[in-house]
């Protein structure tokens, strides 16, 4: 009998054995599995947020070249200014185009650009309103109302997010074609300080500048009513 149980103690036991031999088999490649999955995760996190890049580098050089624009165009050196200034247009053009060519998109690059271009254009506004003797000049009613779009977007993005929980609210066609001719507008004023240019050609300039930024920041305003709605209405059913 006693060698019998033991026998039979000795079958169960290897009966139970490839049960947990597969159990922990499975178990293994799991943690296989998910360490891989975490890895992948770790890497994906640090290119996004990786600051040294190419891109990031040229819109930093972008951002460093503001105050010398301000330097430039409240001195009377319009032409270092306009240099300044296009050289920044092409850095804009550039680290887009590198970014998407080598593959060095990141998420502080998604931050960056945007803030180096914001910075520039309402640096140039506030820099070309200031009175400058014999200078060609922006008006102030348009820099007003430029800068008063600016803050009204970013007011709507803020109630977006805060009532809402939206994180993104992309540029409409009104508003690119608005951000277009305020750049154009900079770069008239900044040639006309270089060279002749027709007043008729300016105030033209300038009345159509000022005519998207009403219509930009009014359809702004109803685009940001009409997703709230869409917010409400799903959360109502």
């Not at 430029?146 to 993104?168: M, P, Q, T, W």
């Amino acid at each position: 009998m006693p060698g019998g149980g033991k026998s039979l103690d000795n079958g169960a036991a290897d009966e139970r054995r490839p049960g947990a031999s597969a159990e922990a088999k499975s178990g293994e490649s799991a943690a296989i599995r998910a360490g891989a999955v975490a890895q992948r995760a770790a890497q994906e996190v640090r290119a996004a947020l990786r600051p040294f890049t190419i891109p990031n580098g040229i819109t930093l050089v972008r951002l460093a070249l503001i105050p010398f624009f301000v330097l430039s165009t409240v001195g009377g050196r319009h032409t270092l200014a306009l240099g300044i200034f296009i050289a920044a247009g092409v850095s804009d053009a550039l680290d887009g185009l590198v970014a998407r060519t080598l593959g060095m998109r990141s998420l502080l690059g998604t931050y960056l650009d945007p803030i180096a271009d914001k910075t520039l254009l309402v640096t140039a506004y506030v820099a070309l309103t200031l009175p400058t003797p014999g200078a060609v000049t922006i008006p102030l009613w348009l820099t007003v109302m430029a800068l008063s779009r600016d803050f009204l977007i970013v007011l709507v993005a803020l109630l977006l997010y805060l009532a809402a929980g939206v994180r993104e609210f992309p540029p409409s066609l009104w508003g690119k074609w608005t951000t277009f001719f305020h750049i154009f507008t900079i770069a008239l004023v900044l040639l006309a300080n270089v060279t002749r240019i027709p007043e008729l050609a300016l105030m033209g300039c300038f009345y159509v500048a000022l005519t998207l930024t009403v219509v930009s920041g009014a359809d702004y305003i109803r685009r940001a009513a009409v997703q709230i709605e869409a917010i409400h209405d799903d959360q109502q059913r």
